[in-house]
């Protein structure tokens, strides 16, 4: 087993992972289901949900998914309603559905513009607003998937940098509201990532990776289980004291700025 713990440090807890289905969201729901929590997973797509619970159960692991999408709050209650009924109160909840496309403003229409932010900031909002009502207080742990682009600007990226600062500027309005009950809420800042969704959009081609690989102190983008062993720490005991914090885990990457790579 890889990872910073072998033990199951999660017996007996239950994880909710908004956008659960692929990528590096459903490396944390592996991560946490490997260390015993019980998981529950959504996104859109009834066949990736599918997918993504086979490979968590194929492997011993316990959890099951539902199609839902974070823009409708009706959809996430239920989804919520039903993991607490299926499991438990719930110990972790990670908020990581995003959209990606590059294009600058002037090449975007409101609504476009609207969409990303609906899915990353509104949606997040949805995730916790609602599932505050599940958590198991105190002692509960929320994490928000955030990226770079919320405080370096990038090229193309305007309407993924304005959602990630509002999710950013949400993890640390709701701690400080939200801590006297015992609910910790800290964003994950990942660097580029390697095989993912979000990489492939971001870096289309050969040389675009590179350049963005030569923007990172480490010259090399991140593995998905780099992301999920800093989920499982901020999720553990050893991580109690920590909240409203912004960790960022890029290679450096947010040290230099954009570095000049200019995706759009
Ligand atoms: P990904 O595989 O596309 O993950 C996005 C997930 O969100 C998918 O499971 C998708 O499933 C779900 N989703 C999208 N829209 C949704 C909606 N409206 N409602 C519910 N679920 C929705 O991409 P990834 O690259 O691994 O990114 C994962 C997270 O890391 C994102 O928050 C991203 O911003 C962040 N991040 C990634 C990188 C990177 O290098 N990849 C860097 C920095 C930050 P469905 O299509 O089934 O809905
Ligand atoms: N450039 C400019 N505008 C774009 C665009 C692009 N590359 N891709 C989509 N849009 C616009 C659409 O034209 C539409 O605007 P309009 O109604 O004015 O024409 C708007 O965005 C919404 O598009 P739609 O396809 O209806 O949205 P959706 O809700 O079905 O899908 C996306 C959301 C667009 C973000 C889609 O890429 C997605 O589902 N992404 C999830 C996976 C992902 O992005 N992973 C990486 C995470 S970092």
């Given at each position: 087993m890889a990872g910073i713990y072998k033990e199951a440090i999660f017996e007996g807890k239950v994880a909710f992972i908004a956008g659960g289905s692929s990528g590096i969201n459903l490396r944390i729901a592996q991560r946490l289901a490997e260390l015993g929590a019980r998981v529950s997973i959504i996104s859109r797509s009834e066949d990736k949900v599918q997918a993504a619970v086979d490979s968590i159960v194929s492997v011993g692991g316990t959890a099951f998914g539902q199609s839902a999408d974070v823009r409708d709050p009706e959809a996430v209650a239920k989804a919520l309603h039903a993991t607490a009924e299926q499991y438990d109160e719930i110990d972790i909840l990670v908020s990581g559905a995003a959209g990606n496309f590059v294009a600058t403003a002037l090449d975007m229409s409101p609504n476009a513009f609207k969409t990303v932010v609906d899915i990353d900031l509104l949606g997040t909002f949805n995730v916790l607003r609602i599932g505050f009502e599940h958590l198991r207080k105190p002692g509960a742990s929320i994490i928000n998937i955030s990226a770079g682009q919320a405080f370096v600007p990038m090229i193309g990226q305007s309407h993924v940098g304005s959602a990630k600062a509002g999710v950013d500027m949400l993890t640390k309005n709701l701690a400080m509201e939200w801590g006297p009950s015992g609910v910790r809420v800290?964003?994950?800042?990942?660097?580029?990532?390697e095989d993912t969704e979000g990489m492939a959009r971001l870096a289309s081609n050969e040389k675009i990776k590179q350049a963005f690989k030569q923007t990172v102190p480490l010259r090399r983008y991140g593995s998905k289980d780099e992301i999920a062993d800093l989920a499982v720490f901020l999720s553990s005991d050893a991580a109690a004291y920590i909240?409203?914090?912004?960790?960022?885990?890029?290679?450096?990457?947010?040290?230099c700025g954009s570095g000049g790579v200019n995706v759009g």
């Open positions: 800290n964003s994950i800042v990942p660097g580029p990532i909240t409203g914090a912004i960790v960022v885990c890029d290679g450096g990457q947010t040290l």
